[in-house]
């Protein structure tokens, strides 16, 4: 009987606090060894020349929510899953919706049945839309106690955004429950307002999505995410940060010791509102929110990612195809912006996208890099070191990832369930080669090999960046934050 299960050999491993070369050793499904050479292993891969990454994780992306009227969107479990491992990550956070006028635990219960028919191992934020009573004091701390321990809210889109006083009613509940809030930061009057004035003018098409909602209806909206979390002392991450003005408010937030944090999406760094503007229909395919900015925006978010103000790279991989029924181009009708679904793929493409961008053209470092897409996400979801690291200990979650490799991305090496990809045709220096998700081979050159409902849920703990300080039991402390 072999000491290991598995070996990989003579790789360069990236802790993300610096690269060694050697072997990693792996015995159910977890790294056992980190040696100069490991000998005695079932089953041995080579990767010399090659970098040792830890697997992926995503901590924002959307996969088969169910829909109010029944179905749910495309992506399912198991085509999420190839793509997420195509492109070698090998862990999840995403959404288990809540309707208007329902309640959450049901919503829980089906998510859960969802999930453990793909391959990735998940876990989940729960959307709160309807902050109710009920929702809030009986629900919500059942779904918690599984290991729910992240509340997402929107400060937009009709019909999930809330409210101030409901956002602070999510606050004050997740801070009693030990929960992290991730916030969808735009303004909802503002951008209904910009939406309405330029229908009103006749300016319908894709590219209008960006007018719509300029950087100040997103700082805003930051700064009062991040004022009002203060105000009850409760941790939240900034979701998908586009513009240099949202990061400003959080980099002075950070400053004054609050506790918040920045995650940015490829989207932000490698597509612009210029792409909305594609001839014909084709500027919906680059549709999500925040829109898509500059160069210019570009080169700023860069700036924040260095300085360690938005340190998560996501996907926010939320797919509609283009053609079809809920396809962005509506069958052909050539939808007003405003009507056009939000949202576009990205699992398969975020790591390869962000290396090219990032470190092969010198903007981040590969330790950079390894945090940022993977150690960061799993620390502040709260599953490290489990997750997100190359330890004794942690769960065998590797991507070998060849770094001169160039690749044209095409939708076919996207392999997901979505018919395109925004990144179709750009050329990226940097590739995975292998993904293994807990000791075993999932991808090898591109080909995904898995079998659906192997994925495991993920619980996680109460938060210990929140400590409550004679908290009552309504959340609520009345003392003003310390030396303020
Ligand atoms: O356009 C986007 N980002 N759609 C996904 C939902 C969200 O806002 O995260
Ligand atoms: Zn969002
Ligand atoms: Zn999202």
Known sequence: MADYDLAVRGGQVATGFGTVRCDIGVKDGRIVALAERIADAARVIEAGGLLVLPGGVDSHCHIEEPQPGGGANEESFATASAAAF??????????????????????????????????????????????????????????????????????????????????????????????????????????????????????????????????VVEREATHRAIALAELVDQPIQVFHVSCAEA???????????????????????????????????????????????????????????????????????????????????????DAVFRDIPNGIPGFAARLPVIFSEGVSKGRITLDDFVRLTSTNPARLMGLAPRKGMIAVGADADLALWDPRKKVTITNALMQHAIDYTPYEGLEVTGWPVATIRRGDVVMRDGKVQAEPGTGRFLPRAPYDLIRPRGVVPDGFDPAPPAGR
């Open 247 to 333: 990061a400003e408010e959080i980099a002075r937030a950070q400053a004054r010791g609050v506790k918040v944090w920045g995650e940015t999406c490829p989207q932000y760094v490698a597509l612009t509102a210029a792409d909305m503007d594609r001839p014909g229909f084709e500027g919906a395919k680059f549709m999500c929110s925040p829109a898509p900015r500059s160069q210019e925006e570009h080169a700023r978010i860069w700036e924040m990612i260095r300085r360690g103000t938005l340190d998560v790279i996501s996907s926010d991989h939320c797919a509609f195809s283009y053609e079809g029924d809920k396809g962005k181009r509506q069958n052909g009708a």
């Open 86 to 215: 195509a492109g070698g990550t090998t862990s999840v956070v995403c959404f288990i919706p809540q309707w208007k006028g329902h309640g959450v635990w049901d919503r829980y219960v089906d998510y859960r049945a969802r999930a453990a028919k793909g391959m990735l191992d998940h876990s989940f934020h729960q959307i709160i839309s309807d902050p109710t009573d009920a929702v809030m004091d009986d629900e919500v701390p059942r779904v918690v106690a599984e290991g729910v321990r992240s509340l997402k809210v929107f400060l937009t889109y009709e019909p999930l955004h809330l409210s101030d006083a409901q956002y602070l009613r999510v606050l004050t509940k997740a801070r009693e429950l030990g929960c992290l809030v991730t916030v969808h930061c735009e303004n909802y009057d503002a951008i209904n307002w910009r939406t309405a004035e330029l229908l009103k003018h006749g300016m319908t098409a894709p590219k209008y999505h960006a007018w719509a909602r300029p950087p």
